[in-house]
């Protein structure tokens, strides 16, 4: 079982940037396929990045390719997401998730854990 925390998120300017962090417990980090998802209010959840369990892929939506990057550091137990250029429509509480999965997912349903959430709030 992996256990997912969040941090980072916060209030930013438009044009600015967040680097959100993913901390995970448990020895078995690097096995995870880990993905990012937001939920802006009165909207559904949606996919943002997903990252391979070594790290040499990644996958983006198209709403963010070019302004966001996913990585993660399996010595460290944590993935991250940078945030570049934001914008208003950015706001949304973001989520870490892990896939038990071997490839690339871009689906909610596909996740077996995630966390709580942390707030970006991008002001206009």
């Known amino acids: 079982q992996v256990q997912l925390v969040e941090s980072g998120g916060g209030l930013v300017q438009a044009g600015g940037s967040l680097r959100l962090s993913c901390a995970a417990s448990?020895?078995?980090?690097?096995?995870?396929?880990m993905g990012w998802f937001r939920q802006a209010p009165g909207k559904e959840r949606e996919f943002v990045a997903g990252?391979?369990?070594?790290?040499?892929?990644?996958y983006n939506a198209d709403s963010v390719k070019g302004r966001f990057t996913i990585s993660r550091d399996n010595a460290k137990n944590t993935a991250y997401l940078q945030m570049n250029s934001l914008k208003p429509e950015d706001t949304a509480v973001y989520y870490c998730?892990?896939?038990?999965?071997?490839?690339?997912?871009?689906?909610?349903?596909?996740?077996?854990?995630w966390g709580q959430g942390t707030q970006v709030t991008v002001s206009s």
């Open positions: 990252i391979s369990w070594s790290g040499d892929m990644t």
């Open positions: 998730a892990a896939s038990s999965g071997r490839n690339l997912a871009i689906k909610l349903y596909e996740y077996d854990y």
């Open positions: 448990g020895r078995t980090f690097g096995t995870y396929v």
